[in-house]
């Protein structure tokens, strides 16, 4: 691993826990400015243009904001020294970030099935990143399929948040808008990986001006969904949905369109698919088994509990 290759994953590594910190703060500012239909207890919160506004006067919400810009910086000047396939699995590490940082918050002791989980899914990022580095070799895409896989991905994101618009209940609001928003950043990955290319072949200014009007665009739809989906759903949620689509969508996006995968073996390439396996079953797990969905979980239990005792005749026990 070359020595470019070592100081693009260690941006990477601190981005993640930027990201991680950066969308516990944006949540609970988020969250206080959500609106939930009236008359729908159980429907999921929206954040409207003027709640978008009033958390422009939130510190802990520009704080956030903030350290993910800080984390997107670290991150896009990864992505100019190293491939794709290499730097975006990384950000899955801001997963266990998150759920310990939830778990301090509310003063509980991190359970054995959530540290199984935090090894599970590092473990198989650090097998991805290995074999990643050691095949991947860097290309360059016509401006022409760019375009092409913009439109697609475009298609995808709006099939998304329509998805999102329609859905009755927060955990499905949620995971659409984070998915959405997920799919949209895989795509900043890649264009933004393919400008530093262009730039390095000198491009036409012309080309370099379609690539980074891309970027802006992705970037706005994303940044708007995920805020969507922090209002309708806990950050952990959020930050597992990012942290699992948006590098599988990088990484085809890379692959496919820059080439990053010539010189990938076959035996290397199933490994790189068993390491994403593992790391995607931990993020499963760390969702289902944090304190925060435990605690939900124990919540909803409670509450049906109690509509079905209030729903027994008077006089039977």
Same mark, same amino acid.
């Given at each position: 691993?070359?020595?470019?290759?070592?100081? @693009?994953?260690?941006?990477?590594?601190?981005?993640?826990?930027?990201?991680?910190?950066? /969308? $516990?703060?944006?949540?609970?500012?988020?969250?206080?400015?959500?609106?939930?239909?009236?008359?729908?207890?159980?429907?999921?919160?929206?954040?409207?243009?003027?709640?978008?506004?009033?958390?422009?006067?939130?510190?802990?919400?520009?704080?956030?904001?903030?350290?993910?810009?800080?984390?997107?910086?670290?991150?896009?000047?990864?992505?100019?020294?190293?491939?794709?396939?290499?730097?975006?699995?990384?950000?899955?590490?801001?997963?266990?970030?998150? $759920?310990?940082?939830?778990?301090?918050?509310?003063?509980?002791?991190?359970?054995?099935?959530?540290?199984?989980?935090?090894?599970?899914?590092?473990?198989?990022?650090?097998?991805? $990143?290995?074999?990643?580095?050691?095949?991947?070799?860097?290309?360059?895409?016509?401006?022409?399929?760019?375009?092409?896989?913009? @439109?697609?991905?475009?298609?995808?994101?709006?099939?998304?948040?329509?998805?999102?618009?329609?859905?009755?209940?927060?955990?499905?609001?949620?995971?659409?808008?984070?998915? @959405? /928003?997920?799919?949209?950043?895989?795509?900043?990955?890649?264009?933004? &990986?393919?400008?530093?290319?262009?730039?390095?072949?000198?491009?036409?200014?012309?080309?370099?001006?379609?690539?980074?009007?891309?970027?802006?665009?992705?970037?706005?739809?994303?940044?708007?969904?995920?805020?969507?989906?922090?209002?309708?759903?806990?950050?952990?949620?959020?930050?597992?949905?990012?942290?699992?689509?948006?590098?599988?969508?990088?990484?085809?996006?890379?692959?496919?369109?820059?080439?990053?995968? @010539?010189?990938?073996?076959?035996?290397?390439?199933?490994?790189?698919?068993?390491?994403?396996?593992?790391?995607?079953?931990?993020?499963?797990?760390?969702?289902?088994?944090?304190?925060?969905?435990?605690?939900?979980?124990?919540?909803? &239990?409670?509450? &049906?509990?109690?509509?079905?005792?209030?729903?027994?005749?008077?006089? &039977?026990?």
């Amino acid at each position: 691993m070359s020595t470019l290759t070592v100081l @693009a994953v260690a941006a990477a590594v601190v981005a993640a826990g930027c990201f991680a910190v950066g /969308g $516990v703060l944006q949540h609970r500012a988020v969250a206080g400015e959500a609106r939930v239909p009236a008359g729908h207890g159980a429907a999921p919160g929206r954040l409207d243009p003027r709640g978008f506004a009033a958390l422009l006067r939130r510190p802990r919400w520009l704080v956030g904001l903030g350290l993910a810009a800080a984390g997107a910086a670290l991150h896009a000047l990864a992505l100019v020294v190293a491939p794709v396939s290499v730097v975006q699995p990384i950000g899955v590490l801001a997963v266990p970030i998150a $759920v310990l940082l939830a778990a301090r918050a509310s003063g509980t002791r991190v359970p054995t099935a959530v540290v199984l989980a935090v090894a599970l899914c590092v473990a198989g990022v650090a097998g991805f $990143v290995a074999l990643a580095a050691g095949s991947a070799v860097s290309g360059a895409a016509d401006p022409r399929v760019l375009a092409i896989a913009g @439109a697609g991905v475009g298609i995808v994101v709006l099939a998304l948040a329509a998805l999102a618009a329609r859905a009755r209940t927060p955990g499905v609001r949620c995971v659409s808008c984070a998915a @959405a /928003g997920a799919t949209a950043f895989g795509l900043v990955s890649t264009l933004v &990986r393919a400008l530093a290319e262009r730039v390095a072949a000198g491009a036409p200014a012309l080309d370099l001006a379609g690539l980074v009007g891309g970027i802006a665009v992705a970037l706005l739809a994303g940044g708007w969904l995920v805020q969507q989906a922090f209002a309708a759903g806990p950050p952990e949620l959020v930050v597992a949905c990012l942290t699992v689509v948006d590098p599988v969508v990088a990484v085809v996006l890379g692959v496919v369109l820059l080439g990053e995968g @010539a010189a990938t073996a076959t035996g290397t390439a199933l490994g790189m698919a068993g390491c994403a396996v593992a790391a995607a079953t931990g993020v499963l797990a760390l969702a289902r088994h944090h304190p925060d969905a435990v605690h939900r979980r124990a919540q909803q &239990r409670v509450a &049906r509990a109690a509509v079905s005792g209030s729903l027994v005749p008077a006089g &039977r026990s």
